[in-house]
């Protein structure tokens, strides 16, 4: 009798410890868990706000509420993460701000080897960054580009080595340990694959090529731009065969794209429009006019969109929809909004 109350004690313990365990995992990892960063290009500097999934927390600058005077960085273009890191790509700093991403403390700053730095993705311990170099129509006209693609040791927070690219480099995408580039000034999709650190063969695309998504082995790249004609390029990557998504001349300078849930949605102007990733034509129909003057950021996640203003004159905005069109929220941000970046 005494060993089995003894048992019964023992094992009442246990498991209490392992609710309470439990309970814990479920616990924020950080004041800026459970929620999204925005950010802000700006004009001398870039900042990151951040609001919480149920939109009831914000914050405007989350990055100087966390490290004081320090200063993020000028033209803050993109954010990867990686395990507890946020990785801040500050092109006019040529600099790499890391911080952890539930606290957005500052760890350390990546400071050689980037030159115009736009876009990163992770594979095994080590960041792939896209550089501008020579992000000019001029260079890429005559064929004087050496734009490449940066290798941070992660482990490190160090500038490793980098893969040249003898073409402008622009927004990247990671499938199957081969890096895929947009270049908007040529007609073509990079190829870069990680092993051999070379470039495979290109897939013709047409010019302008930008926003570049990827799901279900087809990579999906929206042409447009202000003035040029608009379109979706679809390269299966198993073959590099393309298809396209059609666009009518109403629909001329689309902005920005981004996949949800087999569904493409799509800018032109203040407007968003969606279109299923079968489509062979796109949608005249728009889901929400915003109020947006200048749409500058862009993206569709988890049964929401959300839709950048991008002022340099004065704070943007942040707008905040349902896939209904409905708005949920109007946010006021930095200057120059221009991407969201999900915590969770």
Sequence with gaps: ??????????????????????????????????????????????????????????????????????LLGKFAQNIFFSGDNAYIISGGANNITVVNR?????????????KNPRYGVVKDGKAYVT?????????????????????????????????????TA??????????????????????????????????QIGFNGDCIEEEDGILYILKGGFGNASEIVKVKIADKTTTKITFPESLSGAGFMDLEDNKIYYTVGSSVYTVNTSATTASTTAIVTTPATYVYGFAVNDGRIYVGQGSFSTDGKAYIYNLAGTLEKELTTGLGTNGFYFND
């Design 1 to 70: 009798m005494k060993f089995s109350k003894l048992f019964l004690i023992a094992l009442s313990a246990t498991l209490f410890v392992s609710c309470s365990n439990d309970d814990n995992d479920d616990a924020p990892k950080g004041v800026y868990d459970n929620g999204f960063f925005i950010l802000n290009e700006g004009t001398t500097q870039g900042t990151v706000s951040f609001s919480s999934n149920d939109l009831t927390s914000f914050t405007k600058d989350v990055y100087s509420t966390a490290n004081g005077n320090d």
């Design 102 to 114: 539930y606290t957005f403390k500052l760890i350390t700053k990546i400071e050689t080897g980037l």
């Design 131 to 167: 550089n501008a170099n020579t992000y000019s129509y001029e260079n890429a006209a005559t064929g004087d580009t050496d734009d490449y693609v940066a290798v941070i040791n992660l482990a490190t927070n160090t500038f490793e080595s980098k893969i040249d690219l003898n073409a």
């Design 170 to 203: 622009n927004r990247v995408v990671l499938k199957d340990a081969k890096l895929y580039i947009t270049d908007s000034y040529n007609d073509k999709l990079l190829i870069v694959d990680i092993a051999t650190k070379k470039l495979d063969a290109p897939v």
